[in-house]
């Protein structure tokens, strides 16, 4: 395949984003550093760089899930404008103005993933992924996961009967985790609650103004900030950031680093 160049506006900050992506990456199916992200399995290689993005191998249904994943077609000057308005945020975006949301290569792996990270560390997360893929041999289908013996995995029976649910609900068209879906549907399974809800929404359905608002990360940084951080201030505070709190969400991670 010849490499094809991604567009996008800038600015394009890569070094959060790829930050972001790499501790998350799930064991055996993706590789991410500085500068790439790889999938070894589906032939699928990402140069990044702040002032280029080259697919340099991969099909040709690649090229929209890369542009999901590093949020391609986002426009930072309208998401700036709109975040500087909140004097809080406004030097964050001075800081990282081109910021983006990291998305989905696969929108039912992250999905996945957000199950397994609940109420554990991104590293614990990461170890429960590398678990489930190794019983799996390999990333399960949704079907394939609604029918698995996760007994061998680490997980609570609530924890893995959520995996099913959720599984079982992909694979039979209830939910979907496609772009621009809806992510109401997700409540309505057990063991998903609103955390995880906005933040298949942030990253799966790519919805700019999904925001997991009961998160630690950000109540921290909004503390660090000498901002109050109880879950109604935040949620009124956050009014101010609309349509992107996901961008805001992301500038607040950020600034834990």
């Not at 996760?150 to 959520?162: C, N, Q």
Request: with cysteine; net charge neutral; hydrophobic share 45%.
């Amino acid at each position: 395949m010849t490499p094809v160049a991604l567009d996008f506006r800038p600015p394009f900050d890569s070094r959060p984003l790829l930050a972001f992506l790499a501790p998350r990456a799930l064991p055996g199916v993706e590789e991410i550093d500085g500068r790439s992200y790889r999938r070894p399995a589906d032939g699928v290689e990402v140069r990044v760089e702040e002032r280029s993005v080259t697919l340099a191998q991969g099909p040709p249904e690649a090229v929209r899930r890369v542009r999901s994943l590093l949020d391609l077609d986002a426009d930072p000057d309208a998401i700036g404008q709109t975040l500087c308005e909140d004097p809080l945020l406004a030097d964050l975006v001075a800081r990282h103005p081109g910021i983006r949301v990291p998305g989905a290569f696969d929108g039912f792996e992250v999905a996945v993933r957000a199950v397994l990270g609940q109420q554990v560390s991104v590293a614990g997360a990461t170890t429960l992924a590398g678990r489930l893929i190794r019983a799996c041999g390999g990333f399960p289908s949704a079907g394939a996961l609604a029918e698995a013996d996760l007994d061998g995995v680490g997980l609570t029976r609530a924890r893995a009967s959520a995996l099913r649910a959720l599984a079982a609900a992909v694979a039979g068209g209830v939910v979907s985790l496609e772009p621009g879906a809806e992510s109401s549907a997700l409540l309505e399974l057990p063991g998903i609650g609103p955390w995880t809800a906005a933040y298949v929404a942030m990253r799966a359905l790519r919805d700019a103004d999904a925001i997991p608002l009961s998160d630690l990360g950000l109540r921290r940084a909004l503390e660090r900030f000498g901002v109050d951080a109880r879950p109604a201030a935040v949620a009124a505070r956050a009014e101010r950031w609309r349509p992107y709190r996901a961008y805001a969400a992301m500038h607040l991670w950020v600034s834990l680093q």
